[in-house]
């Protein structure tokens, strides 16, 4: 789904790049679950994690117009792009040529620790006493 979807959120164009503050992307029911939405191709699309929790049980077509003003994109463009992606076979060939290039990109580094000062100089020791 990810693949076929370009690696990107349906609603707001970031693509998985873009993900380096704990945001993911997810699959997103356009028909929710709680209204009897399956695990169809045609009822998911790739999301980010912050899209799809702010969609709720929106309609998706309602929430795709409201993302696409925020964004400064073009809310038909953004429900044709739903409509597009719900329908469209993944081409393994690109998805593989995806995956390779994946594979070239440099690995974001993790932050380093911040550095903790284990010298007690100016530190007052409080010692337990005894209850009676």
Known sequence: ?????????????????AFNNGNRLTLDH?????????????NLITCCLSCNSRRGTK???????????????DPTQVVRTVMILRYRQPRIAAANAAIEHRKELPTPKPPKPPKINESLEGVCVIQPVGIA
């Not at 789904?1 to 790049?17: I, T």
């Not at 309609?59 to 994109?73: C, S, V």
Request: glycine share 14%; with cysteine.
């Open 1 to 17: 789904m990810y693949l076929r979807d370009g690696l990107a959120c349906a609603y707001c164009g970031k693509g998985v790049e």
């Open 30 to 42: 356009l028909k929710p679950r709680s209204d009897g939405g399956q695990n169809e191709t045609t």
């Open 59 to 73: 309609p998706w077509r309602l929430f795709a117009r409201d993302i696409a003003n925020e964004y400064g994109r």
